[in-house]
């Protein structure tokens, strides 16, 4: 977990160019664009217009590293939502013991049905026998 905030830091670090110990909207641009990622002047104001702790309309490193670490978990919660609508069966809301077997053969996985129901029971908090989007979320915690 520390090692994030470090990378964080000296990223931080190589985009403040003049030293001040701060980001503007255009050095946070050039940042993520040197992590591949796209931002357009409007975003970049608006992400730190909402993560500025101090209301100076730049962001400091703590700032910097709140909004980053966000990031990766905005990101790594829309990859958990697209894994679900694969694994769930028509659009049920939940994964059923036949659709973690039909999606697990896609893979190459063969389980039986009851392998599956198994797998799913370890998860199932609610008991109903089948993996809602918070118990699927654990499953791949």
Known sequence: M??????YKKLFSHFDENGDGKISPQEL????AFMGGELSEEEAESAVES?????????????????????????????????????????????????????????????SMDECKMMIATYDINGDGVLNFEEFKLMMA
């Open 29 to 32: 641009q050039l940042c993520l």
């Open 2 to 7: 520390m090692h994030k905030i470090e990378q």
């Open 51 to 111: 993560m500025d702790s101090d209301g100076d309309g730049l962001l400091e490193v703590e700032d910097f590293v709140r909004l980053m670490d966000g990031a990766g978990n905005e990101e790594k919660a829309k990859e958990l939502k697209e894994a679900f609508r694969m694994y769930e069966m028509d659009g049920s809301g939940s994964i059923t013991p036949k659709s973690l077997k039909r999606m697990l053969k896609k893979l190459g996985e063969s389980m």
